[in-house]
């Protein structure tokens, strides 16, 4: 049996693909970095963070459609569809504008984090959802 993918087996990245009309596209990557197969499963977490320390910004992303387990090679990688929309959309008095430092990425299954860089504006309130993404396949 294949042990699930590990927060340690994993590296977590981001690659922007497109934008317009106040929103932007993107996805989020996690490579096996282990010398073994490992199973990923399910939903990450996500969710910006600033301040310089990590601290969350807003509300975590909302979850889209389904997922279903799969086997990673040594160097494959998964992906995560990320669409978000602009602070910009929202009037400043209801969005509370925010300078974020990038995401904060949780492996499925897993309680530790990783950062990646995203500078952006998004929106301290947490009842505006910036943020939606897809599980890993």
């Known amino acids: 049996m294949t042990p699930k993918c590990t927060n340690d087996d ?12 106040g929103s932007r596209f993107g ?3 996690l490579t096996n970095v282990a010398d073994h197969a490992c199973a ?12 310089g320390n990590g601290t969350q910004v807003g509300a975590p992303a909302v979850r889209e459609g389904s997922w279903r387990k799969v086997i990673m090679k040594p160097g494959q990688v998964a992906v995560s569809a990320v669409s978000e929309s602009t602070a910009e959309k929202y009037p400043a008095s209801t969005c509370k504008p925010t300078k974020v430092d990038g995401f ?15 500078k952006t504006t998004a929106c301290a309130a947490k009842d505006v959802k ?3 993404h897809k599980a890993f396949h």
């Open 40 to 51: 990923l499963g399910g939903f990450g977490g996500l969710s910006y963070v600033g301040g």
């Open 104 to 118: 904060r990425i949780y492996v499925p299954d897993s309680y530790d984090s990783q950062f990646v860089a995203h």
């Open 27 to 29: 996805e989020i990557t």
């Open 130 to 132: 910036l943020l939606s």
């Open 10 to 21: 994993l590296k977590a990245g981001y690659r922007a693909t497109e934008a317009g009309a």
